[in-house]
C-alpha cells in the first residue's frame, strides 16, 4: 500500500472507532488473529494511544475495540511516514 493509502486507511479506521466509542461493548478477543508477539505490540500502541496503562499485564490487548481500532490507525499513520 502507499503511504496516501495507508493514510487513508488509518482515516476512515479513526472515523469507525468514533462511532465503536458509542457501543459500550468491552469484549474485543483478538488472540485467534494475532500470535503473542503481534499481541503484545498491540497492546503497547493501545495502551500509549489511550494515554493509561492497564492494572495488570501490559501484554493485554484492551477489550474496548474503539480504543484498538485508535491505536490501528496511527500504527498505520507512522507506517505512512506521517506524523498523526
Known sequence: ???????????????AAAE???HGCNDLDVSKHLDAEDQDALARAAWEWNGSQ???DPSEVPGSDWIVMHALA???VLKAGSAP
Request: glycine share 0%; hydrophobic share 60%.
Open 1 to 15: 500500500m502507499t503511504p496516501a493509502l495507508l493514510r487513508l486507511a488509518a482515516h476512515l479506521l479513526a472515523e
Open 20 to 22: 465503536f466509542a458509542n
Open 54 to 56: 492497564p492494572d495488570e
Open 74 to 76: 496511527r500504527m498505520l
